[in-house]
């Protein structure tokens, strides 16, 4: 079976300032089964106009302590004013009740007005949820909401996630595009219409490759943002992870990174700081594990790849964070986009082509302290350039010592894997269908002197033959 829809789980509104919005879902979800959370929320500080679709200043979680994937969460303009909309997803680990409760947070307790609705849906528990390599969003301030263009994904079934946060009274009403079904909706009055939130949206289950969302609306013209997101049924690996360890760090201490099995002339860092030829990579070994070196490079930031190319298109790469960063680390200065908040932590690189420009390119799994929301941490899985190129998606874990990240890639997807001690998980997957190029490698990243890595492991797990994968329903 491909994805299904089971139904409604509510919807919940608030218009009280405060720093959280909580609802009990209306029945019961089983293991496997996707909750989908599309929320709209004031927006909420009146010192950055977070119009970044990374933004982490909004998590969701239960009480159940399911893995929550942020996919979208951005606000449609400058400071303090418009809207924000909201995309969370999670395929239960642990089942939840009405007795549960479903928690949005954001790290501003400015937010007066803010809304959201639950959905549930259902996909084939032998396939790994994915997000496709499409998404768009729209911002219209005071005029009706555009329609918005999808293209360029695979002829495969889709389930399409169409967001619309406005902000405007619950009232107000809209003609939906026929082709996807609403959202229940939520929201509030009361007071000026543009002291008020409301979320509307749809999704679509279908076999396409382009398609056209319109809705209009039949009342006065607000501040809108709308987001659309594509989710897919990747395959499932079948273990993870299947190569060894490569390197434990069990040796006399060495400045840089070497022992003859990492690359030492550039580093899988930061784009602001280009090394130039022969530049190390930032990384020593103290007391048989992996640090950043001291010798005072920005925001102590590092990174190795492994000497040995990749000769497959079907790798993995893992470590264990030994030492967690400190909740009191110092936030990164480095010139990354400003509401990333992007912390202290380590991860795991794999099919990352690396350069003397000091660049790192490829697929990151990074376990991060995060320096914003300080309510808790974050996994960031994507495109390892600042994880500013979609597919993106971030997961919120908290960081401790001895957890493992590890990411591994398959046909045409990346697997984002963790083991926070109870075994290795898969989380989510995201497709890049157009990395099948090499030569590839594999290394480590890290940020914070505090941080501690050991046991990096991984290598190539097949050569794979790119093609099309099609499901067909039988």
Known sequence: MSFAHVGSLGSASAKAAGATLTMNPSGTVPVGDIVVVFAAWDNDTSVNSDTSQFSINLKCEDTQDNVWCQLHSQQGG????????????????????NADTITLTSMYAAGVAKAMSVEQFSMDPDFTLARSTFFTLAVDNGADPQSIPISGIQNRPHLILHALAAEGPDTDTYTWDSDYTQISGDGTTGGADDSNQHIRG????????????????DTADRDYIQAVIVLDEAPTPASFPTEPILDNFNRANENPLDNGDWR?????????????????????????EVQVDNLGHVDDTGGSWWATPMSCNEVEAFATITTAPSDSSVPQTVPLPATNGIGRGAGAIIHGIPNYAGCRT?????????????VDDVIRFGDSQFFTVLPYVVAYRTIADGVKIG???????????????????????VNYQSIN????YIGLDLLGSETKVDNFGGGDTGCFTPQIYRRVNT
């Open 437 to 440: 190029n090499g030569p590839h």
């Open 362 to 374: 490829g697929i990151e799994a990074k376990w991060e302290q995060d320096t914003r929301l300080t």
């Open 78 to 97: 400058g400071t303090a004013n418009h809207t924000r909309a909201a995309i969370y997803v999670s395929r239960l680990r642990t089942q939840i009740t």
């Open 264 to 288: 030492t002339d550039f580093i899988a860092s930061i784009c602001n700081t280009p090394p130039g030829a022969n530049t190390p990579g930032f990384l020593q070994v103290i007391s048989n």
């Open 407 to 429: 990411v591994s890639k398959y046909a045409y997807y990346a697997y984002l894997w963790m083991d926070e001690g109870a075994g290795w998980e898969l989380v989510m997957a």
């Open 202 to 217: 749809g999704w679509r289950i279908a076999t396409l490759t382009s398609d056209t969302i319109n809705v209009t609306s």
